[in-house]
């Protein structure tokens, strides 16, 4: 819309310029058009007639997009289509060539009718025509590129890195404030429903400082709220609290990755099990997925989730929920390990994953987290892996695994040299590695 009437502004603005005269044909007789009327109105018929149907053409190859991408990579990543800037600029630069050669075109006149031919506007005319044939050529390379399963799942990768850096701390947040501080706290209400898109953490703070009570909200970011559920409780009990935490949340439709850090982890996590799905049946996809998580959580290694606590005058006044690293880790991991029971690849690549994790993570807290996951990972291995030399190469990463968390990146290398010592192995196999030992 700003680029067709920008294109709308420029052409009524040039019609101007060449109706006072302030270009001379003389001076740029070899850079614009010096043509008659007729000439003129043919040109920019074709102009605009071209550009609306190339328009059309461009609004089809895009539908035709969203809808591959709705039923391969799942509905929700269509914000990433329809909010692309290359299919935008493309777009506007069609139409406002069309809206352009249009108001252009209603100025010209013939010799009858007075005579008067915009040579300014009509070189514009030609500029933008050429430059509508370079963004249809941008166009289709740009659309073949974005519909790539490993494209998008690199975008989404970036929303979530973004979000990550945007949504956590360098510093060690404040813990929240024991169960037994909420003994006797008045319940909150709220009768609307839809996501928690927005909350004015500042404000309901301040808020709370101001009335001198402490407010534990029972939704975080990203949550469903019900009507007439219970959203907040307040202690001690005072009045207008539900009005204030009305007036500071926002609800919506839908959930925003601005305020909810498992947003961008869902949409990756949709993918990967769309992917894993009898119909489409793309395992390399998952595997894809599996390593932008784990990427994601080594970014998180030396940061820190916020606890939602604000403190106001050495005190407590406002608690938010916020998602933790477990919580983090079971919308990561869960649908896709209940996913991977067909795929035993899906398993040893996401205790691979979790291995790697552990290998930059030494928070024991963190490790546990990780520990339940791939305790989970070989059950269902144990379960549902038909084959004994996959349940076997899935046993020998979890080892791996148990090994990484309990001594480091370096035990595998001590765990190596007490073996050889121990005599498990004779000097030839001191003297070559294991990738590199002969075949004999």
């Known amino acids: 819309m700003l680029m067709v009437l920008s294109s709308l502004i420029a052409a009524f603005t040039l019609v101007q310029i060449d109706q006072s005269d302030t270009v001379s044909i ?3 007789q070899d850079w ?29 190859i895009t539908i035709a997009a969203l809808s591959l991408a709705a039923g391969q990579m799942g509905p929700r990543l269509l914000r990433n289509f329809t909010s692309d800037r290359g299919n935008q600029i493309t777009l506007g630069m069609l139409l406002g060539t069309f809206c352009y050669a249009l108001v252009v075109l209603r100025s010209i006149r013939t010799e ?8 300014l506007s009509m070189s514009v005319a030609i500029v933008l025509a050429l430059a509508c044939v370079a963004m249809l050529v941008y166009f289709v390379g740009h659309v073949a590129g974005r519909i790539n399963v490993e494209t998008v799942i690199e975008l989404v990768s970036e929303d979530l890195r973004s979000a990550i850096h945007k949504l956590t701390a360098k510093d060690p947040q404040p813990q929240s404030p024991p169960e037994e501080y909420w003994i006797g706290c008045l319940p909150l209400r709220d009768s609307r429903r839809g996501y928690l898109q927005h909350l004015d953490e500042d404000g309901l703070a301040t808020w709370a400082a101001k009335h001198k009570v402490t407010i534990r909200l029972l939704i975080g970011p990203g949550d469903y709220v019900f009507p007439g559920a219970t959203v907040a409780v307040v202690t001690p009990p005072v009045d207008d609290a539900e009005t204030a935490i009305r007036n500071a949340t926002a609800l919506g439709g839908s959930s925003s990755i601005s305020s909810d850090l498992r947003y961008a982890v869902r949409q990756l996590v949709e993918v990967a099990v769309r992917a894993l799905s009898p119909g ?11 390593d932008r998580l784990g990427a994601a959580l080594c970014d998180l290694v030396p940061l820190h989730l916020p606890t939602g606590v604000s403190i106001k005058g050495n005190r407590p006044v406002l608690v938010v929920p916020q998602v933790q690293y477990d919580q983090l880790l079971d919308t990561m991991f869960h649908m896709i390990r209940q996913s991977a029971a067909a795929h035993p ?18 928070a024991p807290a963190r490790l546990a987290a990780l520990s339940h996951h791939a305790d989970l990972v070989l059950a269902d291995a144990r379960r549902t892996i038909a084959s004994a030399s996959d349940r076997e190469d899935v046993e020998r990463r979890y080892q791996a695994f148990t090994l990484m968390v309990r001594t480091g990146p370096m035990g595998q290398f001590t765990a190596q040299v007490s073996s050889l010592q ?10 070559q590695p294991t990738g590199f030992r002969s075949r004999r």
């Open 345 to 362: 690849a899906i398993s040893i690549r996401l205790i691979d994953v979790l291995t790697q994790v552990a290998s930059c993570e030494r």
């Open 422 to 431: 121990s005599g498990d192995d004779g000097p030839e196999t001191i003297a």
């Open 112 to 119: 009858p009718e007075g005579g008067f031919v915009p040579h």
């Open 26 to 28: 003389s001076i740029l």
């Open 32 to 60: 614009i058009y010096d043509g008659g009327a007729t000439g003129a109105r043919t040109l920019l018929g074709a102009v605009a007639s071209a550009t609306v149907g190339v328009a059309g053409t461009v609004f089809s």
């Open 280 to 290: 489409i049946n793309d395992p390399h996809t998952a595997l894809a997925v599996l």
